[in-house]
């Protein structure tokens, strides 16, 4: 949000630097992420001054070229060469000097430089108005009056408006600071809260300035939806002529991003983005039958918005409609036929309050966001619209011109009320941390426009206005009174208190701390995703949870997989040459329970915890060793089974794994749970996030890690007295045979002996057939009684080799 301080300036007494303003907002909630300087012609004319054409003769070698002298107030006269037909000795003119650069309304910036046209020197320009953006015309040079004095800078004759842009990360439930006048509220207490003498105030003009209504118009008003529209007011305004607005309109608007069109609509804009009461003028031609009617139509009903699109209402749509048919989506977007045009003469000016649900459902079903509905989504103050009505039609009246022809017509039928909220100096003293003085505190709860309904020595009873829709209980007041003060001004505390909190050995918190040591000290990052994501993702979404109201499409359900949220992160690191990445993350997936499940009572959803890890790119970085190679299969499945082994589970089955995310991967399953999908993420996924490369991922069930680390007890055992033995074999085995099966028939050969089975060289080529792979495997042998024998070792071979022909049809290489 974009808030103007010569804007804020005209509602408060301040001279304070913008820069320091810009830290008082930050200190108060009202993060300022930056400031931007505002120029109403793009810089600021500067080096542009007032000359006077004292010499004028024709160019010897061009026709069209004139030869001037011209002063501009120093020690001697510039020679410049003009082209301009208008250009005469005696005029005032506008010079460009030499270094200036000037930004015409259309084209590039153009730095003067000291040259030759045609043989004669030029030391600067005599500009037209669309030259230096202060115009459209190129019909000649600007001929200024004559007595406008020599050497006065353009932007001194102009009087431009140079002004300094807060861009302020509002938050979703600081409503009542979506406008220059709430910002400025802020403000005020913050000052009084430092200086208890400070003289700043908050100054509405314009408000009650409207001459009495002639009432020669008539337009009923209907509100048949009061629980949408609990407030709606309005008045007639006629003989107006509708224009460009004049310029200090238009610099106000454009200082804050805002484009003008026409008077009527900027006036509406502005008071919109002063007050934060969104208006809207409707064409009093285009109001058939003179009737406003606020209603929710048909499902179905077809209506075309002001881009000319055509959109199906929902039945939970309000709409502001005439006698026949809708006008405007309420409090979201105008009509096509009834806005305000130029050749409006006579309007019928709107302003309501709507219910933040219903404008917010509408808002997201049609995919639109406005001014407008921004502000009605988040709550407006329903007593601020009669107050923004009078301020946009005194500003119509003396811009437009026109008259009042039927006077404010406001239908409030049941007041909202203010909320009460009982208050304790003792409470408010106890959360925040410091013994504030009671004067303080009162001065900055009435500051903020809150008003005290009763008090006593204990505390207050206090009525909160409307526009503060997150202050409805005690604490958010006292937040209200902790931001003001300064959470900067409240000291740290001497004392440190904590509680000891019982848990079991491997509670959640310190299984994921243990795996978390384990994959940082190999290099791996931690990620938090979103658990929203987009529904598109996935091919079956039948068992998805669909969000209500999605914030938008990309958002619209809870994520069933952490496949995708980590493919996110990857694509947006890659795209920002971050290439190789290892990334973990915990977190959890979301589903519908199936059919015939059991569930408890009003439970319908299912909500898993996952460690998830993702690589890609190279291993390490880049060094002259050469040892920079790419991640594999291999590198996934040493980092899957470090965090097994870190964790003393050893006792698991594997398989392939199963479903469209792998390419190829392994399943490791322990009691027919699966611990651990890993392997190489299908290209068909990975294109969808436009990834050329080769990711890996990891999917791990954390209640499952939970349970088996629980049941995991630690033993000791001394260290073999004997020595262990390694012998290897190479093997020729057909492509389809499986490392699983190797040392699967291994262990069942040889129980008592054999410790370890290791798969350390693989070989695959034409010399030893297409069909065929070689495995190079070593075994390792221990008696932990006594010294195992040659014969002993030879048999143990022997019986694996024999297992080996028979089983897998291997042949020794």
Known sequence: MKISYNWLKTLINIDIDANEVAKLLTASGLEVESTEAFESVKGGLKGIVVGEVIEKVKHPEADKLSLTKVNVGGAELLNIVCGAANVAAGQKVLVATIGTTIYPVSGEPMKMEKRKIRGAASEGMICAEDEIGVGTSHDGILVLPADTKVGLAAADYFKLENDVVFEIGLTPNRSDAASHLGVARDLVAILKSTNTESKSEIT????????????????????????????????????????????????????????????????????????GQPLHAFDLEKVKGNKIIVKTCAEGTVFKTLDGVDRKLAATDLMICNEKEPMCIAGVFGGLDSGVTENTKSIFLESAYFDSGYIRK??????????????????????????????????????????????????????LEPYKVPFSYDNCRDLIGKNIETSIIKNIITSLGIEIAKESSDGLLLSVPRFKTDVTREADVIE????????????????????????????????????????????????????????????NNADLVNVLNPLSQDLNVLRGEMLYSGLEAIAYNSNRKNADLKFFEFGKTYSKLAEGVPIDIGIKYAEQKHLS????????????????????????????????????????????????????????????????QFGCVSKAICKKFDL??????????????????????????????????????AMLLDKTVKYQQIEELAYAAERKFLKAVNLFDIYEGDKIGKDKKSYAVSFTLLDEENTLTDKQIENIMNKLVNTYKEKLNAELR
């Open 692 to 729: 050329s490369q080769t990711v890996f991922y990891a999917d791990f069930d954390f209640e499952t890690l939970m349970n088996l680390s629980n049941k995991n007890k630690v033993e000791y055992a001394e260290i073999p007295k004997f020595p262990s033995v390694r012998r290897d074999l």
């Open 204 to 275: 509405l003009t314009g408000i009650n300035q409207t001459p009495p209504a002639t009432n020669i118009n008539k337009v009923e008003v209907v509100v048949e939806n009061k629980e949408a529209c609990p407030r709606y007011s309005g008045l007639v305004l006629t003989g107006l002529t509708v224009k460009s607005s004049p310029d200090w309109l238009q610099n106000r608007l454009r200082a804050i991003g805002l484009r003008p069109i026409n008077n009527v609509v900027d006036i509406t804009n502005f008071v919109l983005h002063e007050f």
């Open 480 to 539: 209200e009174v902790m931001r003001i003060y300064g959470y900067n001004n409240v000291e740290i505390s001497n004392r440190f208190s904590f509680g000891v909190q019982a848990a079991g050995s491997n509670s959640g918190y310190q299984l994921e701390n243990k795996i978390s040591d384990v994959l940082i000290a190999n290099g791996f990052s931690e990620i938090m995703s979103l658990s929203l994501t987009k529904e598109s993702y996935y091919k």
């Open 362 to 415: 509408t808002g997201k079903k049609h995919g639109l966001k406005t001014d407008a509905s921004f502000r009605f989504e988040r709550g407006t103050d329903p007593e601020m619209t009669v107050t923004a009505l009078k301020r946009a039609a005194a500003l119509i009246l003396d811009i437009c011109g026109g008259n009042v022809s039927m006077d404010v017509v406001d239908l409030y039928p049941e007041k």
């Open 613 to 676: 890890l993702f690589v890609c790119g190279k291993k390490i970085q880049e060094n002259p060793y050469g040892k920079a190679g790419d991640v594999d299969f291999a590198f996934m499945k040493s980092c899957v089974e470090a965090i097994l082994k870190k964790l003393g589970i050893e006792k698991y089955s594997s398989s392939e794994t199963e479903g469209e995310n792998f390419s190829y991967g392994l399943n490791y399953t322990s009691k027919k749970k699966s611990v651990v």
